[in-house]
């Protein structure tokens, strides 16, 4: 994933890897081009906003958020298919993307509501917010996030996609 946000941005960063006991390792990205940090500070992402809580809408032009809502997926979402247990024939697609700052995920409900014609809806949790789309309103939002079948993403969410989408077409199919 940080292969392709290099390639992507043709930008080169500095990768460290956090390690703490019982826990995966973490990768963090060092930004040290100052024009780059430069531009990211411009449309809204500054130090710690998560931390802080304050991340809020962004000032990203239409024609980007596309993209850029597949990369926030792909980082720090979930896309996965569901099986309802008093129907364990039946399964429903979910997105799902989590975050501690709620004014961000209404800005981005907002946006795809306005751009994509779906809208999802944001859950509290213990710790944080969740921004879940389900059904056809998932089904809906892949369908515009994946637009073209060489778009930079993360293959193992992708896959979850076109999998659903092959077993929607062969049930389909039966009928």
């Known amino acids: 994933m940080i292969e392709t946000y290099q390639q992507c941005l043709q930008v080169s960063v500095h990768v ?6 019982g826990y995966s390792p973490c990768y963090c990205v060092w930004l040290s081009d100052p024009a780059y940090r430069g531009f ?3 449309v809204g992402l500054t130090p710690a906003k998560t931390k802080d809580r ?10 980007f958020f596309r993209d850029f809502f597949r990369g926030v997926v792909d980082g720090d979402g979930t896309i996965r298919i569901r099986t309802d247990k008093r129907r364990p024939n039946s399964r429903h697609l979910e ?18 509501t306005r751009l994509a014609a779906t809208e999802g809806a944001i859950y509290r949790r213990p710790w944080l917010f969740v921004l879940m789309f389900t059904g056809s309103k998932a089904s809906r939002l ?15 969410k992708r896959v979850v996609w076109e999998a659903y ?7 389909k199919r039966r009928f």
């Open 16 to 21: 460290v890897t956090i390690r703490r006991e």
């Open 40 to 42: 990211l500070e411009d």
């Open 54 to 63: 304050t991340l809020g809408p962004l000032k990203l032009p239409d024609e």
């Open 95 to 112: 997105v799902s993307v989590p975050s501690v700052c709620r004014p961000f995920l209404v800005w981005i409900r907002d946006t795809t």
């Open 142 to 156: 892949l369908s515009w996030l994946y637009y073209a079948p060489d778009l930079p993403c993360l293959q193992r």
């Open 165 to 171: 989408i092959q077993q929607l077409a062969s049930s």
